[in-house]
């Protein structure tokens, strides 16, 4: 018999809302949730692939227990008892003679983070991380130091806006669905797109203005943005009168970064800057500047995301149709969110954290993410205390931690790694224990409480029962408590049971999700008022251009700029990105997305790759201070002679998984693992690599 | 030519192949066959501004087709209701000939079954009143499906709406 079950993808992070036909218990079909606007049945190549994950041979189908030296592929299938008996006995080794403190749990945010936080509080760790600081922790302190809100707490209102700018924000290729589609409306009303990267991407092709910016001087076009913008008062006057602290400050700040400045600087002409900031000022209040969804390219990441955002402040394009609003949660309408685990009365915990967030040492980025890529230096320095044990979830220290060679020396002074995991990713294969989890239409997960313009929450339902042995992440992490007799802050037996109780008091119920898979608060879109109505969360109540959050921890709001170092004769500035066919680190097995992308190219200029006597298709050698390795080359005048490219996420080690194996070329084997110290992200922009031919 | 058209708007197009996996997910197959693909040229630079064209090319189910002509099994068929052509696996001996027939390269290899196989609009989908897998799924809804008559006039009304001097 058929049924349709709405659902949430998770072809990627963005999590778009879905309907899957089943029958017999078979996925048949997959498509965008029609009843969401901007969905009407759309998916991306990710999502879509979702059905030839569900049937892959070579995920992980039952726990698997190490029997040879890690990372040589030797395993044993465990019962789950087995397994589980395996992780906890070593836990409480652990646990009794470190602390709960030497545990670390690292995962991608999902639906059920507050399980796992739960989960280290409840053994007495402040350890938990997510993906996400080593994505864009610079972004979201950023938006604190501004807004007194993190990036994920804004969104931009894209159907609406007259130009939007985008800096390296290569959406057409990263594609969230519903942003797509709505940028697309507005580009077939009129709108402008302005596109800013040193390399030619597919959102470059769709651009009404392209600049192949020199790397790395993004800031420095921005200054000369504002300084424009200033001198010839484009801004927006009332909304800065009203709302803007600091204002006199970065006008004197700006006033010696002209275009002129920027020109040398960036390589973008002056009279360019200044045609770019008249029609801004003219399109206001109704632009975007994207903030991006990564943030993480170079040491000043911070100011370079600031300056992004004052960008929006000056257009005033703050809570503007066709600008950047602030995502509405369901208190605006007078609802409960669902509730959290971690909202339960948990254990106390003491210890500093491991990557010293929220300390002296390391004051602003989110204690609520953490700072991921610091757990190498963590481990191997014994740096604030010795940590023993890891759980990777769905995270891959190996692949998304800068330096691979490094992070690998970390983890072998480690008693105990563990893996949930669905692939055999690079983590997996170099773990002790893999516990597999069921993939996202074989399981139900925690509520999604989607804050926006209607605040409304969606729920993964599950589609299908497991293909494989495997299990939903918040029941492995209830088990693996229940045998350390932590059982009590798991009041759930079923991830029915989970939501459930998360559902209790807000009015909603299970049974709601059914019909559409989503339940909303209100159906009308919520704007404040421009005027008076903007709840700013910063100490003051306005705009900080002058931000009490960096001075008060010892930090300047307005540093001068320095330039950014050109790579030295016969080296290159690595970049990196991705494409529509993967995510991240952990589609590159996929059949279907595999046949669209097998690995990835070093992208190099023209005229650089002539000197070197490299042409397109030769394998390549890419060295740099900290790993090299082979990659064939893509010779190309889409690239700025300065930087080298290549698609994150190849490169794969785990042998397990035949079609990525060995595939192209790891770019975390490259990257130093270097931090902005001030926001919080790495800087995966800031290595030079030598490049020859193999 | 079959009494459906189906319309790419390339303008809207972001080659990300959506419709390609959608298609193989639908008719269940390898690696390999690809029924429909996109074929991307470029990007080049067309003075400042860097262009690509991102081309979707599916089986045109001609009117009078190369591939059934040649078919020496019958296997290759035109649907007589709507003029879909398809190839009706039990009879085809996997000799090829379609594919060296047809001047597009629409009928593919399919190294499980070792038959041909080809886009026939999903007729499956069809006959139950939905569309094919790769306009139903794909991202920017740039591709559009229905009898010649349906497809709105999208060029027109852009470049109407470019034209028109309102504001």
Redo the contacts between chains.
Sequence with gaps: MQKEVYSICFGCSVRCPIRVVVEDDRVKWLEGNPHVAGMEGSLCPRGMAGIALLYDHERVQSPMIRTGPRGSGKWKKASWDEALNFVADRLRKIINEYGGHSVVLGERTQLSTHVSKTFLRAIGSPNHFTHDAICKGSVNTAGRSLFGYTDAQMNFDYANTKHIVMYGRNLFEAIEVKAVNNLMKALDNGAKLTYIDPRVTVTATKASRYLMIRPGTDLALNYALMHVIIKERLYDLDFIDRWAQGFSELKSFVQQYTPEWAEKETGIPAHEIISLARELGQDKPSVIFHFGYRGAHHTNEIYMRRSILMLNALMGSIEAKGGLFIKKGPGEVGGKPARKLTEQDLPEVKQVRFDKVGTNDFPLPDPNHGVGQILPYAILEEDPYPIKALFAYRFDPLMSIPDTNQTKKALDKLDLIVSIEINYSDIAWYSDVILPESMFLERMDSIQQANGLKPQMFLRHQAVTPRYDTRPGPIILKQIAERLGLEKYFPYNTMEDLVRWQLEGTGFYLEDFKEKGFVAYTDKQIFWDRKDGIKFKTPSGKIEFVSSLLENAGFKSFPAYESMPSPPEGEFRLTVGRCAAHTHVSTQNNPYLNELVPENHLWINTKEAEKLGIKTGDLVEVSSEVGSGFIKAYVTDLIHPEAVFMLHGFGHEAAFATRSFNKGLNDSVLIKNITDRIGGSPAFHDTFVKVKRA | MSKYYLFQDSK?C?????C???C???KGL???PKLCQIITI??R?IG?????SYTFMPCFHCEDPWCVAACPTGAMQRRPEDGIVFVDESLCVGCKTCMTACPWGAPQWNPETGKAVKCDYCKDRLDQGLKP?CV??????CLHFGTAEEIPPIRRE?YA??MAALE
Excluded at chain 2, 48 to 52: D, G, I, Q
């Design positions: 809207k972001i080659g990300c192949r959506s390609e996996v959608a193989k997910t639908n390898p690696v390999g470029g990007p630079f400042n501004l860097p262009r690509a897998a139903t799924v794909c991202t920017t809804h852009r709406k470019a």
